[in-house]
Nanobody
């Protein structure tokens, strides 16, 4: 079965860190873009970061730069999102998604991604 499986969400105190993982099942990440998106209650989904698995290039939303790091392992079929210095505003459901091709200038548009995981809750207590 072709699917993405996330793990690593949870409850963390403000200033803390979490590492999210996204695993491919039934396919590989070869020549694909893998993005992380988040959606807080009452808000629209927003792009967090994207990695092009073909060359390892990455893109970040402004709020994620200097705090979040995306990385990928083709052999393991996983993409991780290391999140540091978390605050309450980072509380959201985080979901990974993938599409064929690299992360382009529209990487933060959710509609451009075809396969989505189930999402994992990240809650940051202040």
């Amino acid at each position: 079965q072709v699917q993405l499986v996330e793990s690593g969400g949870g409850l963390v105190q403000s200033g803390g860190s979490l590492r999210l993982s996204c695993a491919a099942s039934g396919f590989t990440f070869n020549w694909r873009a893998v993005g992380w998106f988040r959606q807080a209650p009452g808000k629209e989904p927003e792009g967090v970061s994207c990695i092009s698995m073909g060359d390892g290039s990455t893109s970040y939303a402004d709020f994620a730069k200097d705090r979040f790091t995306i990385s990928g392992d083709l052999a393991k079929g996983t993409v991780s999102l290391q999140m540091n210095t978390l605050s309450a505003v980072d509380t959201a459901v985080y979901t990974c998604a993938t599409k064929v091709g690299p992360c382009d200038s529209n990487w933060d548009l959710a509609a451009s991604f075809r396969l989505w995981g189930q999402g994992t809750q990240v809650t940051v207590s202040s």
